[in-house]
T-cell receptor, first 113, second 111 residues
Framework: NAGVMQNPRHLVRRRGQEARLRCSPMKGHSHVYWYRQLPEEGLKFMVYLQKENIIDESGMPKERFSAEFPKEGPSILRIQQVVRGDSAAYFC???????????FGDGTRLSIL | GIQVEQSPPDLILQEGANSTLRCNFS?????LQWFHQNPWGQLINLFY???GTKQNGRLSATTVATERYSLLYISSSQTTDSGVYFC?????????????FGKGTKLSVIP
C-alpha cells in the first residue's frame, strides 16, 4: 500500500496523559501536513513540515501541541496533558515538493476520557 | 486567509437523481480539491482541479478560477454516495500550501 499511513486508527487517553500520532507519507513525498477535524466540522490546518523542518505552524495551538518530521521515520504529532477538547479526528496529508495535490490518510480518532 | 464556502449545506436525493454541489472561494488559488468523507470517516480524494473540467465515472468537476468557484456534479446517485463532500483550496500567494476547507455538503441518498 503506497498511500499515507496513519496509526493508530483509534487512540483513547485519560485527561493529563500524552498522545502520539504517527504519519508515514506516500512514497516519494517529502511534505507532510496535519489537520484536525472537530465533531461535525470541516478540517482545519495545523502544521506543515518538510524533513527536519517546520515550515508553517500557524494553525497549531500555542501550548501542549508539537510536531516533528525527522530525517528517518514517520512524522509525529504530540499532544501533552490532553484535555477533553482535544477529542477529534487528526488527519495527515502528504505531497510532493510542488505542494499539490495533497493525499490524505484515514485519520486517527482521539478520544479523551 | 482564504475563505471557502460550500452550498447547499444539506442535500437529500432519491437514488438515481443528479445533483450539483458548489464551492466558492475568496481569492486566487493554486490548488482546489474535492473530497468525499464516507460514513466511516475516511477522506477520499475525488478531484484535484485548480482549473478546467475533469470526469471520473459518474462524477465530474469544473473549476472556473477567474470567477472563483468550482462545481461537483454527481449523476445517477447511489446510496454509497452518501456522506459529506468537502471542497478545499490553497491560496496561491501563501507559499505554505495549507488547504482551507469548506464546511461541507452533507448528502443523503435514499433508496
Amino acid at each position: 500500500n503506497a498511500g499515507v499511513m496513519q496509526n493508530p486508527r483509534h487512540l483513547v487517553r485519560r485527561r493529563g496523559q500524552e498522545a502520539r500520532l504517527r504519519c508515514s507519507p506516500m512514497k516519494g513525498h517529502s511534505h507532510v501536513y496535519w489537520y484536525r477535524q472537530l465533531p461535525e466540522e470541516g478540517l482545519k490546518f495545523m502544521v506543515y513540515l518538510q524533513k527536519e523542518n517546520i515550515i508553517d505552524e500557524s494553525g497549531m495551538p500555542k501550548e501542549r501541541f508539537s510536531a516533528e518530521f525527522p530525517k528517518e521515520g514517520p512524522s509525529i504529532l504530540r499532544i501533552q496533558q490532553v484535555v477533553r477538547g482535544d477529542s477529534a479526528a487528526y488527519f495527515c496529508a502528504s505531497s510532493s515538493p510542488g505542494g499539490q495535490p495533497q493525499h490524505f490518510g484515514d485519520g486517527t480518532r482521539l478520544s479523551i476520557l | 486567509g482564504i475563505q471557502v464556502e460550500q452550498s447547499p449545506p444539506d442535500l437529500i436525493l432519491q437514488e438515481g437523481a443528479n445533483s450539483t454541489l458548489r464551492c466558492n472561494f475568496s481569492d486566487s488559488v493554486n490548488n482546489l480539491q474535492w473530497f468525499h468523507q464516507n460514513p466511516w470517516g475516511q477522506l477520499i480524494n475525488l478531484f484535484y482541479i485548480p482549473s478546467g473540467t475533469k470526469q471520473n465515472g459518474r462524477l465530474s468537476a469544473t473549476t472556473v478560477a477567474t470567477e472563483r468557484y468550482s462545481l461537483l456534479y454527481i449523476s445517477s446517485s447511489q446510496t454509497t454516495d452518501s456522506g459529506v463532500y468537502f471542497c478545499a483550496s490553497a491560496y496561491s500567494g501563501a507559499g505554505s500550501y495549507q488547504l482551507t476547507f469548506g464546511k461541507g455538503t452533507k448528502l443523503s441518498v435514499i433508496p
